[in-house]
């Protein structure tokens, strides 16, 4: 039986009546209603296509806040809809809030209880009910709360309410957080002061947490409310975070002047992450300092270590070398053996190694460079062992141990059971079909939301089954997330789809970029999500800042990408974000002579640090690679990598080999020599 996504809403308040005379649109929804469940499939897709439109053109017009229409009797029986009552009833309440508007409101959220539907509305209303004082009505629904600005709310309702019972134990927790509050505390905050309770101790402590936190800023604003006298050893800490080196100069320079160990560690930690020569060189005299405990002795010898490492500072290995037992901790075992690479110290990388324990020697990673260490000292027999044994892993290592065994990549592919029975069950599910039109409709955190809680409790079995699900609706994002969280590895083309094969086509002709390249980076920014966006505000499949896009667009005469509006229209393809990021890639690798490896660093954390990871002379990429400071970066080429074998092999191509796409990597000098301006205007034609 044809399934349909068109169902009774359980609520609907204010109903838009119908037009007396019902456009062809309306008709054939209406037709729609009465044939769903029996109609032909091919009635379908056309149905739900119309009322889908109908649904994101009335969403549209209250995200631009603009005058609603009368909604078609499909539209008010679609799975979704009360979406778009929630929206309408967040509109009002921010336009005209009041007793009427708070009833219906109570209304739908009794109506819809824990539904995800409900979630971003019930935050809207207690914002507003606290906005207006309506704390009768607030404090009661004022539960579970997660957001810091309503958790203030409900202190300052307490507070106006007169319910202050066991209020200033609460009220304290939230104040000694090491970062500034909302607002919304500023009157319980001065009720705790008006009564005493902030004292001078309380005040430094929430100081101290705060520079633990590396958050001087806020701690300056803190300290300000004691005295001085107290305040000075704080202040030193605060400065010590905000301009390291100078405060280290002075007390390198006057060993007898006072210092709390906290702020030593922590300045000193800060200046060998950003200036590692500097730290180095302060080093001995910081350790000269009398009354030192060997504790902190460690600690500033471990960060001058990890620093030096970090910015492929020569002085490293000793700095290693010199380090106490203490001092020695997983980052130092990583962190040493890379600096020895870096610095075509083999024999050393390999003692390292050695000493590195069991569960971090066994991984992949490290067997490839304990490998690598022994062919580099001469011992081909066991290198070759190692490597054999490496060359059946699928990932970065693996494919680079295969090369050197000169075999080809095997990725132990196995397609995992794709049931059609379980996963028509899985779509008669409420919260299913409603995470499918979501979907659908380009809201994809709604529906993830939904999909999350028709799957919560659910065994790994019936999981599978909605990955392929999810698939099976191009939703790639949540199929792949979902395989990786059971574990489910093995199913490498489930694993690496395909999508926007036309988009990607025409994007690598025009950058000249081979399309399996294209679609690692679009996989591993964005897991195929064109409403994707970071934190750091990056956008799209392609993941590029609004500034980085808008700049690519003009030297290659491309459009901007629309901005976005919290759905993705269906009918508008992807074409112009992934062509601005195939032509940036095209840029990063003109400027990087080619060096996919560099230019994948770069795009991922942009061209001013990889200036000064580059090499003074030329290094194995391999090497390169391994001592990217980044975690996030390094991980992100290497995944890289690992999906461009992927992608060759999902279309049963030959994948091209890891050592040809890595050579060497040549110093900074060569790139600001042969660097040429990329002729984007041939290619924009």
């Known amino acids: 039986m044809l399934k349909c996504r068109l169902r009774l809403p359980l609520f609907a308040p204010r109903l838009i009546a119908p037009p007396l005379f019902a456009p062809p649109l309306f008709a054939l929804l209406l037709l729609a209603l009465l044939l769903c469940g029996q109609g032909s499939a091919a009635e379908a897709p056309a149905v739900q296509t119309a009322v889908r439109a109908e649904f994101i053109a009335a969403l549209r017009r209250e995200t631009l806040n603009q005058p609603e229409v009368p909604d078609s009797p499909a539209l008010q029986h679609y799975v979704i809809y009360p979406y778009l009552i929630a929206a309408r009833l967040g509109r009002e309440l921010q336009q005209q809030p009041g007793e009427a508007v708070d009833s219906e409101v109570d209304a739908f959220l009794r109506q819809h209880g824990t539904e995800p539907v409900a979630h971003e509305l019930r935050t809207q209303w207690l914002s507003s009910l606290a906005e207006r004082s309506r704390w009768e009505l607030f404090l009661p629904r004022a539960t579970n709360l997660t957001q810091p600005a309503l958790i203030c709310d409900r202190l300052a309702g307490r507070l106006a309410t007169g319910d202050t019972s066991g209020l200033s134990a609460e009220a304290l927790a939230r104040w000694e957080l090491p970062q500034k509050q909302p607002a919304e505390c500023d009157s319980v905050f001065a009720w705790l002061q008006l009564h005493g309770q902030l004292t001078p101790e309380r005040i430094e402590s929430r100081a101290r947490a705060a520079l633990a936190a590396d958050n001087p800023r806020f701690a300056l604003e803190v300290l300000a409310q004691i005295p001085a006298q107290r305040a000075i050893p704080l202040l030193q800490w605060a400065q010590l975070l905000q301009n390291p080196k100078t405060v280290l100069q002075g007390l390198a320079a006057d060993p007898a002047s006072v210092v709390e160990s906290a702020a030593l560690r922590a300045g000193f930690t800060k200046l060998s992450r950003t200036d590692a020569a500097s730290a180095l060189e302060l080093l001995p005299k910081l350790l000269a300092r009398p009354q030192l405990t060997p504790a902190l002795r460690s600690a500033l010898q471990r960060a001058a270590a990890l620093g030096a490492a970090y910015g492929r500072n020569p002085a490293a290995i000793a700095a290693f070398a010199a380090l106490p037992a203490d001092a020695i901790d997983t980052d130092v075992y990583e962190w040493r053996v890379r600096a020895a690479l870096w610095a ?291 991980a992100y080429v290497q995944h890289i990598f690992e999906h461009i074998v992927a992608f060759a092999w999902v279309r049963n191509a030959t994948p091209e080999r890891l050592s040809a796409l890595m050579p060497p990597v040549e110093p900074t000098a060569y790139y600001a020599q042969s660097a040429q301006p990329a002729s984007v205007s041939g290619r924009a034609r």
């Open 344 to 634: 075509d110290d083999f024999p050393i990388a390999l003692q390292w190694i050695a000493q590195m324990p069991p569960q971090l020697s066994a991984q992949p990673r490290w067997r490839y460079w304990r490998a690598r260490a022994l062919l580099a000292t001469g011992d081909r027999t066991a290198a070759k062992s190692l490597f054999d044994d490496l060359a059946g892993t699928r990932d970065f290592y693996g494919y680079l141990a295969a090369d050197r065994l000169h075999r080809g990549y095997s990725l132990n592919a196995h397609p995992s059971l794709d049931d059609g029975a379980v996963q028509s069950a899985l779509e008669d599910i409420p919260a299913i079909q409603r995470a499918h039109e979501l979907f659908d409709c380009g809201m994809s955190d709604a529906a993830m939301l939904e999909w999350a809680s028709a799957l919560t409790g659910t065994d790994s079995t019936l999981r599978l089954q909605a990955a392929h699900l999810a698939a099976h609706w191009g939703w790639y994002a949540q199929s792949i997330a979902m395989l990786a969280q059971l574990g489910e590895l093995d199913d490498v083309r489930l694993r690496y789809p395909r999508p926007y094969l036309a988009a990607i086509d025409a994007a690598a002709r025009l950058a000249q970029l081979p399309p399996d390249w294209i679609l690692a980076v679009m996989r591993q920014e964005s897991l195929f999500r064109r409403d994707a966006l970071s934190h750091a505000g990056a956008r799209g499949l392609m993941q590029m800042q609004p500034a980085t896009a808008a700049a690519v667009a003009h030297r290659w005469r491309l459009p901007l990408p629309g901005q976005p509006t919290g759905t993705v229209d269906a009918s508008v393809g992807p074409g112009v974000d992934v062509t601005l990021g195939a032509a940036y890639l095209r840029e990063l690798l003109d400027k990087y002579g080619g060096q996919l490896g560099v230019s994948l660093a770069a795009y991922n954390a942009g061209q001013v640090p990889v200036a000064r990871w580059l090499p003074g002379k030329p290094l194995d990429a391999d090497i390169w690679i391994e001592n990217i400071p980044y975690g996030e970066t390094r």
